[in-house]
């Protein structure tokens, strides 16, 4: 409509929404001859993905009677208390319940004279464990000899040390900026090789107990040999998804908007 | 849609639940023994026979009730969506 062009808000900047505060889309929707470019296999299909849930979203702010505020979160008081106590009774009346009705086993005292035949840490500190067993890691050095410089447990320990520093140093080298993993497919796939590292080093670390299942020799190639494939995989099929995916478009769709 | 999915949902954890507690009441010889699923247990009296019944109609009500809410009700939605 020509009115639409003439109104300016505050600022004196050109108010094209209509005064409904709906974001038309601009100059990085794509035309119609792009979106016929990406026609085959999983870059169109991650294509109409994600195009189909942009206009999903698109359709319900058009028909919405939300009217956008300056406010971008709800008060503490009540509205966020409400929902929290809400929750957390759930929890609490869950664990009233399951402790009420499958009490938990308790076993006999444990006898210190003895040595259990299976000696394992808790599962989630698995990993750390199976870092204690890269013996054959260890390398044996012609400067000392065929000697070791560490021992095999020293060396175990400082396995430690590398893996909680990679993990640690990781936040400083991405910043995150990425909403999914599409977006940056390296380091989406340095993670998914680190979730599988973490759980073939956690097979590792009962290698004793699953000899009969898989040879230890080949478990442990098999460790650091599946995070790489692992990665690897998963680095060329969000690389192929990403032709599919506007990058440009999403990004700016999905950020928040500031306040005024 | 959402409102099938939370129905199958509800289903799947609420009956889940009642028949994890009776599986643990019933069905479970100890806990270094199977769990949940051992054998059921000879000479239940009343409570224990139905209790037994209840826990098999759990079953099959979250079997049936998830099919239901998550393919057959969102299929017939289609294929009606489909035909007009």
Known sequence: ?260 | MADEFIKGLGILTGGGLLWMVLSGWYTTPGFEDTQLVGEIPEGLGAYGEAAIALRAGLFWFIILGVLTFWVLIPAFKQLREAST
């Open chain 1, 1 to 260: 409509m020509a009115d639409d062009q003439s109104q300016t808000d505050e600022s004196g900047e050109a108010q094209t929404d209509g005064g409904t505060g709906i974001v038309p889309p601009d100059d990085e929707t794509p035309t119609w001859s792009e979106r016929k470019e990406r026609r085959q296999g999983l870059s169109r299909l991650t294509y109409e993905y994600f195009e189909r849930s942009r206009r999903e979203d698109q359709d319900l702010r058009q028909e919405s009677s939300y009217v956008e505020r300056d406010v971008l979160a709800f008060p503490t008081w009540p509205h966020e208390m409400i929902r929290n106590l809400s929750l957390t009774s759930f929890f609490v009346g869950m664990i009233v319940f399951l402790s009420a009705t499958l009490p938990p086993h308790l076993g006999p005292p444990a006898d210190p004279s003895s040595t259990p035949a299976i000696i394992l840490p808790d599962w989630y500190l698995y990993w750390s464990f199976g870092l204690l067993k890269l013996g054959p890691l260890n390398p044996e050095l012609a400067i000392l000899g065929g000697e070791k410089l560490f021992a095999d447990r020293t060396y175990g320990v400082l396995a430690n040390v590398v893996v909680v520093g990679f993990i640690a140093i990781v936040p400083f080298l991405n910043k995150g900026s990425a909403r999914r993993p599409v977006e940056q497919p390296f380091w989406a796939s340095v993670g998914v090789s680190g979730v599988v590292f973490a759980f073939t080093i956690s097979v590792l670390s009962v290698k004793n107990i699953i000899s009969d299942l898989i040879d230890p020799h080949l478990l442990f190639d098999l460790t650091f040999l599946l995070p790489i494939v692992a990665g690897a995989v998963s680095y060329a099929v969000l690389k192929s998804m990403q032709e599919g995916y506007m990058y440009d478009l999403n990004r700016r769709y999905y950020r928040l908007r500031p306040p005024k």
